[in-house]
């Protein structure tokens, strides 16, 4: 079983920057598409940011050039850049990890952007 434990959310105003990591309790990086979603209230998760094991990414539309996504294997921690960040963007952030047998989730972090 793996452990996914995100951090670094919380409140900020419009415009302002956060970023998020998510620790793994082993490395699998190298075998686990890694990536982070979001649910805002009311919604549905939706993806944010993706991270393949040869380290193509891929985003949102919403938050390209916003949002950078990148990962420290040598840490087993995946992290979230979030700049210009957007009343739009509050929402619970979850990081995932995925391969064709497994589905790991963490349990999520509050990021909430208000003036």
């Known amino acids: 079983q793996v452990q996914l434990v995100e951090s670094g959310g919380g409140s900020v105003q419009p415009g302002g920057s956060l970023r998020l990591s998510c620790a793994a309790s082993t490395n699998i990086f190298s075998i686990y598409t890694m990536g982070w979603y979001r649910q805002a209230p009311g919604k549905q998760r939706e993806l944010v940011a993706v991270?393949?094991?040869?380290?193509?990414?891929n985003y949102a539309d919403s938050v390209k050039g916003r949002f950078t996504i990148s990962r420290d294997n040598a840490k087993s921690t995946l992290y979230l850049q979030m700049n210009s960040l957007k009343p739009e963007d509050t929402a619970v952030y979850y990081c995932?990890?995925?391969?064709?047998?497994?589905?790991?989730w963490g349990q999520g972090t509050q990021v909430t952007v208000s003036s």
């Open positions: 995932n990890g995925r391969n064709f047998i497994n589905n790991y």
């Open positions: 991270i393949t094991r040869d380290g193509s990414t």
